[in-house]
């Protein structure tokens, strides 16, 4: 599934649906680079689920925990991962293993740790087009993620 989106709020808007959607355990995995809209799409997500907290990217703690919701968030930023052995340290297996959704930033860098059933988004920018305009793409891998059919660009 892909939508081209030209502005902040759809991002933010595809994210919300995707947290309307998500089942306890699920697994999102977020690729694309710096500044293409992974955090914009995170704070959708958050908000899908019923998170009123400030979302930020957990760069510097690997993790930030999110409880007020309708299902709890484990949301990872692994940018800054050198060796899979710091992501096991933090108890990552608990953590994508448990009832909560793991929202993983830079889920590239730790490819070979994702479990083989998650929703995997890409979002790349589209220059060409213009400074705002977005490709993002969602694929899912495991019947449990079906749910991606009802996500619309509004």
């Not at 919300?16 to 809209?37: A, E, F, R, S, Y």
């Not at 990552?92 to 929703?119: C, G, H, K, M, T």
Request: glycine residues 10%.
């Amino acid at each position: 599934m892909e939508f081209i989106v030209t502005s902040v709020e759809e991002t933010f808007n595809i994210g919300k649906q995707i947290g309307n959607l998500v089942n306890p355990g699920d697994i999102i995995c977020l690729t694309g680079d710096l500044g293409t809209g992974k955090t914009h799409i995170s704070k959708g997500i958050a908000l899908g689920l019923g998170i009123k907290e400030h979302i930020t990217s957990p760069t510097f703690n690997i993790v930030n925990e999110y409880s007020s919701g309708r299902l709890g968030l484990n949301h990872f930023d692994v940018y800054r991962i050198n060796d899979p052995d710091e992501i096991f340290a933090i108890g990552f297996d608990e953590y994508i293993f448990s009832d909560r959704v793991s929202l993983i930033e830079w889920a590239n860098y730790i490819e070979d740790l994702i479990p083989s059933e998650y929703l995997y988004i890409n979002i790349k920018k589209i220059p060409e087009k213009g400074e705002n305009f977005r490709k993002i793409i969602i694929t899912s891998f495991g019947d449990r993620y079906n749910y991606i059919k009802e996500i619309k660009k509004c």
